[in-house]
């Protein structure tokens, strides 16, 4: 039996939302309500988002089976029928998950949970602590902040000794711990956490505006060094904007709008957010795949965080994001599919394991800019990828619902407990 979001609908268009479609979940938080902020640039687009929160209210109850969420919900063949199958588990997209809903209101939590957003964000720190996976440590401690309002003693101390050490990290690893430092200040001695991961997020930023894939870059090797792919512009955008308030540090925020202006002035013609860049010279190195995720989720919500922390207003590159979902001229299949709860997860080249990002990362790698024209003709971008992940539906709530969340890093703002749930 399908959720019933109804209660929860906030007011919008009269022909926004047909009513054979699960309303979408709602905010707790209403500063810089986000929804509102995108219907000023185009009502459209609010409508969009609006019937894509509704596809996570569907497709979220399907990727929950006890206590977690699973990696990948999968369309499948059986006979000449299509349907989905849930495979595995992950630590990572369970505690994305529980920031999301944590911005729903409780009762719809229950349905999707059986239980809250809090709950869940405790649980995924229990599980963190034995994890070696870096980047499952800082989203859990994130969670634990955000979700679950606790500071993940133990989760820190793993983190701080990672910071501390000459080892290299993943830029987005070292940005998903900055933000999440910054998030569990008020419970607990973040301080060091938050110095040496912003030391190096910094120590990334390139002069074209850009970060590479590890810190240092050389981690990536001869070959990649010079690479950095969509993930690792997003999450440093969020985590400088979020310092930015929470220290009043302009560099911070001179970084952020330097890498937001870069991306969004090498935005695709349809609105496609690329996925691999050359920090040398701010150009796009290879385009494919285009994620869906990206499109609904991580751009908007790295560049929602930028404009509440003060920063550069990029509504128009967002509007234009989403609209790729509806009109991508890559291929004809639909992406969204509200009756099964999936943003099916990215259009890709018909191209034999990676094959043209490995080759564009040589060339580039020989000569900044150098690219083999053939490939486009000889790997098209013409498949899609028939998956999609919960933490892509927990990042669509999150980016969407979470207004206020970075105002309320500023010193000497509020930092209770969200009032209530309240109709808009």
């Known amino acids: 039996m399908p959720i019933n979001f109804q209660h929860s609908l906030p007011q919008r268009p009269q022909n926004a939302l047909s009513k054979d479609k699960p309303a979408p979940v ?20 609010q409508a969009q988002v609006m019937d894509l929160l509704g596809v996570a209210s569907r497709g979220l109850p399907r990727m929950h089976k006890d206590g977690t969420f699973g990696h990948t919900l999968r369309s499948v063949k059986v006979g000449s029928q299509s349907s989905e199958r849930l495979e595995g588990e992950s630590l990572r997209y369970t505690s994305i998950a529980a920031l999301g809903l944590s911005y729903a209101d409780e009762t719809i939590q229950q349905q999707i949970l059986n239980g809250t957003a809090s709950e869940l964000a405790h649980a995924c720190a229990a599980r963190a602590e034995t994890s070696a996976d870096t ?7 994130w969670a634990a902040a955000e979700a679950g309002r606790f500071h993940a003693t133990t989760l820190f101390r793993q983190l701080h ?7 290299a990290i993943a830029t987005v690893h070292c940005a998903w711990t900055l933000t999440a430092a910054l998030a569990a200040e008020q419970f607990g001695d973040t301080q060091d956490v938050v110095s040496l991961a912003t ?11 850009l970060f590479p894939h590890m810190l240092p870059a050389s981690a990536s090797g001869r070959l990649r060094a010079h690479i950095g792919c969509f993930a690792d512009q997003v999450y440093p955008i969020q985590a400088l904007s979020r310092l930015h308030v929470a220290r009043g540090n302009i560099p911070a925020l001179t970084a952020a709008e330097a890498c937001a202006e870069r991306i969004c002035a090498l935005q695709g013609p349809a609105g496609q957010w690329w996925w691999h860049y050359d920090t040398r010279d701010g150009n796009v190195v290879e385009g494919y795949p285009v994620y869906s995720v990206h499109q609904h989720a991580m751009a908007p919500m790295a ?11 990029h509504s128009q590159a967002i509007v234009k994001g989403l609209r790729w979902l509806d009109e991508h001229p890559e291929v004809a299949e639909t992406l969204v599919v509200p009756e099964k709860g999936v943003i099916w997860r990215k259009v890709a080249r018909r191209e034999p394991r990676k094959a043209v990002r490995a080759i564009s990362a040589i060339t580039t790698a020989l000569a900044p800019g150098l690219h083999l024209p053939a490939l486009d003709v000889l790997f098209p971008p013409n498949q899609v990828d028939f998956e999609c992940r919960p933490y892509e539906l927990g ?10 969340v970075v105002a309320k890093l500023a010193p000497g703002s509020v930092k209770d407990m969200p009032a209530p749930f309240e109709e808009i």
Not at 395 to 404: E, H, K
């Open 161 to 167: 000794h990672l910071l501390a050490s000459n080892a």
């Open 26 to 45: 709602q905010s707790r938080v209403n500063k810089f309500d986000r929804l509102h902020a995108i219907e000023l640039a185009s009502r459209e687009a």
């Open 303 to 313: 560049l929602l965080d930028l404009r509440e922390a003060g920063g550069s207003d």
């Open 135 to 141: 980047g499952a440590v800082a989203l859990a401690a």
């Open 199 to 209: 030391e190096r997020l910094m120590s990334g930023l390139s002069p074209t505006g």
């Open 395 to 404: 990042w669509l709530i999150y980016a969407w619902l979470s207004g206020g």
